[in-house]
């Protein structure tokens, strides 16, 4: 009896909107890492950089021996370099209300 076959997709953003993903066919019983290593998304990354990624599925924290369900999204995230609040209070310091009025009509 053949063991099923997994579909799953790994995703890293590289930087921002330079989004990298990969469809993947994995053996069940699969782990994150086994979907990480197979991607090759992080083949000439240097060992810093992908050792500084932080692995999830579907947004969700997970550790690298995470078994893999039909249909998961293993995502590979980069730290914040600027926490959300501090940056919209630098937006405003910059745009003021005016700012905000022109995000609001898009």
Do not use: N
């Not at 979907?35 to 990354?45: D, F, I, K, N, Y």
């Amino acid at each position: 009896m053949a063991s099923a076959e997994l579909t799953i997709e790994v995703v890293y953003a590289a930087a921002p909107h330079d989004v990298r993903a990969v469809s993947l066919e994995l053996q069940e019983g699969a782990t994150l890492a086994d979907a990480v290593r197979e991607s090759g998304l992080l083949t000439g990354l240097s060992a810093e950089v992908a050792d500084a990624l932080k692995p999830g599925i579907w947004g969700r924290a997970a550790t690298l021996d995470t078994r893999l369900r039909e249909g998961d999204r293993v995502e590979l995230t980069r730290g914040l370099r600027v926490d959300p609040k501090e940056a919209r209070r630098q937006r405003y310091r910059r745009d003021g209300v005016r700012g905000k009025a022109r995000s609001a009509k898009r």
